[in-house]
Every structure is written in structure tokens, then in C-alpha cells.
């Protein structure tokens, strides 16, 4: 059974910086991809950011240069580093895990809630970040 624990939220003011991890167990053997999403008060879920297991990272546009993913294998942990916060970065942030490219759906992303998502993806309880102005 895949389990991921996700911590290292918090409250920051703005401009200040938070480290994520997200702590796993049970992942199948073979290439997968780790993702970092993100829900708002009354907004809608949000893809942050991807890593996979070559290495290889996407960002949604609105943390690039701000937001680094990385991970170490050795720890089984996969972090979110984020610098520059802003108040929109207010959220819950969850750690996800699933086959490659499950994030994607055609030229544009995966919603949360669509039926490949909840099928193809294990998901943490996740952490909260509160960031103030």
C-alpha cells in the first residue's frame, strides 16, 4: 500500500520561505512521477509542481523561479522548497503520487477530480500553508 506523509507547512509572511517533504512507502518498482497540488478556500485544486523519477520537473507558471521540486531516493522523501511567498500561495499543499504522466491530459493538465485522476494517483493528507501580507 503506497502511503505518502506530507510536512514542513506553516504561516509566513510574505516574501519569507517554507520547505515541504513528503515522506513514502510502498511505491511500486518502476518509473513514476511525484507532484505536489495545492487547494485554496473555495478555489479549485491546483498543480504546483512534478517531478519524476529521471529527474525531469514541470512547474505551473505561477511558481516558476519561486518553487523548486526535488527529491532523494535514499530518504524516500520528495520535497517542495518555496521561496518568495505570496498570499496567493495560501493553501493546503498535498504530495501525490502515480504513473508517469498522470498529471497530463491531452496538451493541458489533469483535473483533480477527473475519474483517471482519482484512479491512477495516491494522494497525502497534506500540510497547510499560510502565508500573510
Known amino acids: 500500500e503506497v502511503q505518502l506523509v506530507e510536512s514542513g507547512g506553516g504561516s509566513v509572511q510574505a516574501g519569507g520561505s517554507l520547505r515541504l517533504s513528503c515522506l513514502y512507502s510502498?511505491?511500486?518498482?518502476?518509473?513514476?512521477?511525484m507532484g505536489w497540488y495545492r487547494r485554496a478556500p473555495g478555489n479549485k485544486c491546483e498543480l504546483v509542481s512534478i517531478?519524476?523519477?529521471?529527474?525531469?520537473?514541470h512547474y505551473t507558471d505561477s511558481v516558476k523561479d519561486r518553487f523548486t521540486t526535488s527529491q532523494d531516493n535514499a530518504e524516500n522523501t520528495v520535497y517542495l522548497q518555496m521561496n518568495d511567498l505570496k498570499p496567493d500561495d495560501t493553501a493546503k499543499y498535498y504530495c501525490?503520487?502515480?504513473?508517469?504522466?498522470?498529471?497530463?491530459?491531452?496538451?493541458?493538465?489533469?483535473?483533480?477530480?477527473?475519474?483517471?485522476?482519482?484512479?491512477?494517483?495516491?494522494w497525502g493528507r497534506g500540510t497547510q500553508v499560510t502565508v500573510s501580507s
Open positions: 510502498g511505491l511500486p518498482s518502476g518509473d513514476h512521477d
Open positions: 517531478i519524476s523519477t529521471d529527474g525531469s520537473t
Open positions: 501525490v503520487a502515480g504513473g508517469l504522466g498522470f498529471w497530463r491530459l491531452g496538451s493541458g493538465y489533469r483535473p483533480c477530480g477527473h475519474p483517471g485522476m482519482i484512479k491512477m494517483t495516491v
